[in-house]
């Protein structure tokens, strides 16, 4: 049942992201090389799955949901850049700055950042007031107490000894807060009550966390081939990770915890939200 209902939002989000206007020009042919580079596609799909888990129709946001692979598109066409991570390789194929240059890789982020916001202020979306909200959301997590802030700690603090706490400070920024944005959008567009997006925003607050736990332990115990980039990018960065910091098994320990705590947020939904529960195992147990 879960591959099936991914696959249904998989197909809502993949549907919709085709026909959006693509020209025959370097900067859309830069963006849309990344945009169907492969990915998980985690942000569209929870946003997906949270609207229909309060009970709202997952058809009808599909444009937001789309909009937020756009922000993690661009953020991952900026993190390979040599002054950044410096990646030649992203899902198996060659970094946007590898085939398009620098210039042009830099400028694809930006667009698709930009466009992103568009969609989101898109007037056939819902209520102004639903959708004002998500707007607001969505920006304080791509900004600078969010997605980049937590991209600008990460980079200080490479070859620094760093706590447990410090840590997870960075990647609930980092790669948290848009999580957590993109279950709240969900919520939010679908008119699900506060108690519900609360719910959700607990969920996807720790569902954030373990992402990125199971991203520093991908990263020791996976190989390049089977990842779509290097393997070990940490280590040779001397970034401070849960590993490196608690070890393989502390760091699987956390792991466990935090996927644990996903699924306590999900009881004020009762038996219901079955594809949210086996969402936040499927973080716990893919490798890629």
């Given at each position: 049942m879960f591959k099936e209902t991914f696959q249904r939002y998989l197909t809502m989000f993949e549907q919709t992201l085709a026909q959006l206007p693509w020209e025959d020009d370097v900067l859309n042919q830069s963006m849309y090389?990344?945009?169907?580079?492969?990915?998980?596609?985690?942000?569209?799909?929870?946003?997906?799955?949270?609207?229909?888990?309060?009970?709202?129709?997952?058809?009808?946001?599909?444009?937001?949901?789309?909009?937020?692979?756009?922000?993690?598109?661009?953020?991952?066409?900026?993190?390979?850049?040599?002054?950044?991570?410096?990646?030649d390789y992203r899902r198996g194929r060659l970094s946007n700055h590898k085939v398009f240059g620098e210039a042009n890789a830099i400028l694809a982020g930006d667009a698709l950042?930009?466009?992103?916001?568009?969609?989101?202020?898109?007037?056939?979306?819902?209520?102004?007031?639903?959708?004002?909200?998500?707007?607001?959301?969505?920006?304080?997590?791509?900004?600078?107490?969010g997605m980049v802030g937590g991209q600008v700690a990460d980079v200080a603090g490479e070859g620094k000894l760093l706590t447990l706490n410090e840590i997870e400070e960075i990647h609930k920024a980092k790669t948290g807060a848009l999580l957590t944005a993109s279950a709240r959008l969900g919520g939010i567009l679908a008119g699900g009550t506060e108690e519900q997006i609360q719910a959700l925003t607990s969920y996807a607050q720790a569902l954030g966390l373990a992402f990125q736990i199971k991203d520093d332990?991908?990263?020791?115990?996976?190989?390049?081939?089977?990842?779509?980039?290097?393997?070990?990018?940490?280590?040779?960065?001397?970034?401070?990770?849960?590993?490196?910091?608690?070890?393989?098994?502390?760091?699987?320990?956390?792991l466990h915890a935090q996927i644990q705590a996903a699924l306590f947020a999900l009881k004020p939904f009762g038996e219901e939200p079955i594809f949210l529960s086996d969402l936040a195992y499927y973080i716990e147990q893919r490798q890629h």
């Open positions: 090389y990344s945009l169907v580079g492969g990915g998980k596609r985690i942000r569209p799909v929870l946003a997906l799955a949270s609207a229909e888990t309060v009970g709202g129709n997952p058809e009808l946001i599909v444009p937001a949901a789309v909009a937020l692979e756009l922000i993690h598109t661009y953020s991952l066409i900026h993190d390979d850049l040599p002054a950044m991570d410096n990646d950042l930009t466009y992103a916001f568009e969609l989101l202020a898109n007037p056939q979306l819902g209520q102004p007031e639903r959708q004002l909200r998500i707007i607001r959301d969505v920006a304080i997590a791509a900004g600078k107490t332990i991908l990263d020791v115990v996976g190989d390049s081939e089977t990842l779509g980039k290097p393997a070990g990018s940490d280590q040779r960065q001397n970034k401070a990770t849960y590993v490196s910091l608690l070890g393989l098994k502390g760091a699987e320990q956390q």
